[in-house]
């Protein structure tokens, strides 16, 4: 073997050529190799060097991933026991799972001390954070929220539910500062610090060509938790960051590691009140589970906002909906909230506008239909017509230029025709549509009203 070694070192040195060796010997496989191909669970892992360092790697790779599947399993324990402990609905399995679960996190506690957090919180920002004091906010002089009365205290865990549109992200702005109220007070306690984790990612963009690890050496080098400190790479590792991606420029990163390194930059910078806007934006399960775990140990005021139902019901502790222009408190949670949309969506819809005048007489829906009938029959013309260019074209001597450029332009005429006869279909349908709309409205309010 030392002979067959020397030869082939010898016959394939660098640059001389490729070779590949499947063998047992570990020795011939260290003298001959420079590259490790492990065969494993249907998958091929790559490694630099000989079979020692290969050994070393794999070690190396193998603790790791004991590490990150503990860390996993934990996470999951945790994520099991909120689960176990939250409403009925959710325990809707096999009894003989439920058992299971019950033993498996017999010992768990519950993911949040709140009386500890509520007392590093009340150490941190003093008694007074933000009060909202018959505040009301909008744009260019419209409010858009009025009358808002709120006194967020140190601490608070609150998650804020509501439609589209509905004014969440001015009620964010009117808190962190941006906004200022068109009416009445926004009262701040001397030592509060708000970060803002907002819904685009465009404040990395000046950190696009840097390094992810030079971004982190310009952060503070500890981020404390209760009484513990993590490093940037410890929180890093929390958050499912791995080590890999340190020496990734941040313009590289896709964008749930952009939302990953963003959540991190606010965390390191360690503010005292946060707000989360629609923080589940380009994460994967994993590294919500990895995000939550990191929130149930931070002590300050959080503030979040998300379509998210089970992050919301996960990390906060009271929620509040904005409705129709104003905060309502939302005793029983986010099944309150639901219960009011449904509520609101059970009212009728007034009738149309002006439904009694503008309803269509016979005679002119006679014609509307007549219209429809026409537009059809001109329709299936058309398409007939396109339907022969084209098989003019296919038929037609490929080698005469002339002849095939005219039935070209035809056919575009033809197309023009029949896109022009659809458009005028639509709007006649459209009329048509909204003529039965408003007669059965009127139909509707003369019933109710008998």
């Given amino acids: 073997m030392r002979w067959l070694a020397a030869h082939l070192n010898a016959r394939w040195g660098a640059g001389q050529g490729a070779l590949v060796v499947v063998s047992h010997d570990r020795w011939f496989l260290d003298a001959v190799c420079t590259r490790m191909w492990e065969v494993h669970d249907a998958t091929v892992e790559a490694y630099d060097g000989g079979y020692a360092a290969y050994v070393l790697a794999r070690v190396e790779r193998d603790r790791q991933a004991r590490a990150i599947e503990d860390r996993r399993q934990n996470l999951l324990r945790k994520e099991l026991a909120w689960l176990r402990r939250g409403a009925p609905a959710r325990t809707s399995k096999p009894k003989f799972r439920i058992e299971a679960a019950t033993v498996l996190i017999a010992d768990e506690p519950p993911p949040r001390d709140r009386v500890e957090l509520n007392r590093l919180a009340t150490a941190r920002l003093g008694k007074d954070v933000i009060d909202l004091i018959d505040a009301s906010a909008g744009y260019e002089g419209r409010p858009v929220l009025e009358h808002l009365e709120w006194r967020i205290a140190p601490g608070e865990r609150t998650g804020i539910l509501g439609r589209n549109g509905a004014g969440k992200s001015t009620l964010l702005a009117l808190i962190d500062g941006s906004l200022p109220p068109l009416a009445g007070r926004v009262k701040r306690g001397t030592t509060v610090r708000v970060r803002r984790l907002s819904q685009q990612l465009d404040e990395l963009d000046p950190f696009a060509d840097d390094l992810v690890r030079d971004v982190l050496g310009r952060m503070r080098t500890a981020y404390k938790v209760g009484d513990a400190e993590l490093s940037p790479g410890q929180l890093l590792e929390r958050l499912g960051f791995p080590s890999a991606q340190l020496s990734s420029r941040v313009g590289e990163l896709s964008g749930g590691w952009?939302?990953?390194?963003?959540?991190?930059?606010?965390?390191?910078?360690?503010?005292?009140?946060?707000?989360?806007?629609?923080?589940?934006?380009?994460?994967?399960?994993?590294?919500?589970?990895?995000?939550?775990?990191?929130?149930?140990?931070?002590?300050?005021?959080?503030?979040?906002?998300?379509?998210?139902?089970?992050?919301?019901?996960?990390?906060?502790?009271?929620?509040?909906?904005?409705?129709?222009?104003?905060?309502r408190h939302l005793p029983s949670g986010v099944d309150e909230y639901?219960?009011?949309?449904?509520?609101?969506?059970?009212?009728?819809?007034?009738?149309?506008?002006?439904?009694?005048?503008?309803?269509?007489?016979?005679?002119?829906?006679?014609?509307?239909e007549k219209e429809l009938t026409s537009l059809e029959k001109r329709l299936a013309k058309a398409e007939e017509r396109i339907r022969a260019e084209h098989d003019a074209l296919a038929a037609h001597d490929q080698a005469d230029y002339s002849g095939l450029g005219a039935i070209t332009a035809r056919l575009?005429?033809?197309?023009?025709?029949?896109?022009?006869?659809?458009?005028?279909?639509?709007?006649?349908?459209?009329?048509?549509?909204?003529?039965?709309?408003?007669?059965?409205?009127?139909?509707?309010?003369?019933?109710?009203?008998?």
């Fill in 338 to 368: 639901l219960a009011l949309t449904d509520a609101e969506a059970a009212v009728p819809e007034p009738a149309v506008a002006g439904s009694a005048s503008e309803a269509m007489s016979g005679a002119d829906r006679r014609a509307l």
């Fill in 258 to 327: 952009r939302r990953r390194l963003q959540l991190l930059l606010v965390l390191l910078d360690e503010p005292n009140v946060l707000i989360l806007d629609e923080p589940t934006n380009d994460l994967d399960t994993d590294m919500l589970t990895a995000m939550e775990d990191v929130l149930d140990t931070w002590p300050g005021t959080l503030i979040v906002v998300s379509h998210d139902r089970y992050l919301i019901e996960r990390v906060t502790d009271q929620q509040y909906a904005v409705v129709g222009g104003h905060l």
């Fill in 412 to 450: 575009s005429e033809r197309e023009a025709e029949r896109d022009a006869i659809e458009l005028a279909w639509l709007e006649a349908a459209e009329r048509l549509e909204h003529a039965d709309a408003v007669t059965g409205s009127s139909a509707g309010a003369a019933t109710r009203s008998s």
